[in-house]
């Protein structure tokens, strides 16, 4: 069997059980056709980057499948007659990953607000990052 990373976005409208409930209904047609299913992550509801039938929003879930092409196949049919399901993707890997998803990870590399280019603001620069001029007496 092969493996593969299958990633839904669900309506914004539904509930979270509601989403669970869809990731337990593909779960059944997987494993009615010899399929396994891994790792499940839900990702939450997230803002799309542009509207999908009028959604703004979606519920992302990442699905790791252990299963044949044939079993897979028919889940992405019966998931293109699902009106909750707006997007889906399935890609075939080498082997699952068992930490997080880069999604679930918490990134704190990222430089705050005050602190980019290496200054912290409080070098009494103007908010353009430019050293104030000092005052001497002869231009007071």
Known sequence: MALYEHVFLARQDISSQQVDALVEQYRGVLEANGGKVG??????????????????KAYYTLVNIDAPAAAVVEMERQMRFNE???????????????????????????????????????DGGDRGGRPRRERTEEAA
């Open 39 to 56: 790792k499940v992550e839900n990702w939450g509801l997230k803002t799309l980057s542009y509207r999908i039938k009028k959604n703004r």
């Open 84 to 122: 909750d399901i707006l997007r889906y993707i399935t890609i075939r890997v080498e082997e699952h990953e068992d930490s997080p998803s880069a999604m679930m990870q918490k990134r704190d590399d990222r430089p705050r607000r005050g602190d980019r280019d290496g200054r912290d603001g409080r």
